[in-house]
């Protein structure tokens, strides 16, 4: 069984930076992803990493702002987020990839932490 805690959320002025963390219980030989919901909104792809830390992907929206990296010695994954907006509040969560390529579907992520809140004001 697979734990992830996320960690680093909080709130923040528009323009502000946070890093995330990711911490899983055990090594992860798997690409991660994170992804964020808005309030009464769906799941929405936000940055992913391949097990190198050498191939990412990100969403359009945060393409440019923000920058997913990973330590393996740490079993760790991390999000830094700069420039923010009020658009980027939600919850933040991170999940481990069940395929080898960097997927942008939440179907293709099965163990998923608690979230950490985001909150950007204006």
């Known amino acids: 069984q697979v734990q992830l805690v996320e960690s680093g959320g909080g709130l923040v002025l528009f323009g502000g930076s946070l890093r995330l963390s990711c911490t899983s219980s055990?090594?992860?030989?798997?690409?991660m992803g994170w992804f964020r919901r808005a309030p009464g909104k769906e799941y929405v792809f936000v940055a992913a990493?391949?097990?190198?830390?050498?191939?990412?992907s990100y969403a359009d929206s945060v393409k440019g702002r923000f920058t997913i990296s990973r330590d393996n010695a740490k079993n760790t994954v991390y999000l830094q987020m700069n420039s923010l907006k009020p658009e980027d509040t939600a919850i933040y969560y991170c999940?481990?990839?069940?395929?080898?390529?960097?997927?942008?579907?939440?179907?293709?992520?099965?163990?998923w932490g608690q979230g950490t809140q985001v909150t950007v004001s204006s």
């Open positions: 999940a481990r990839s069940t395929i080898n390529s960097l997927s942008t579907a939440k179907v293709h992520y099965d163990y």
């Open positions: 055990g090594r992860i030989y798997n690409p």
């Open positions: 990493i391949d097990l190198s830390g050498s191939i990412t």
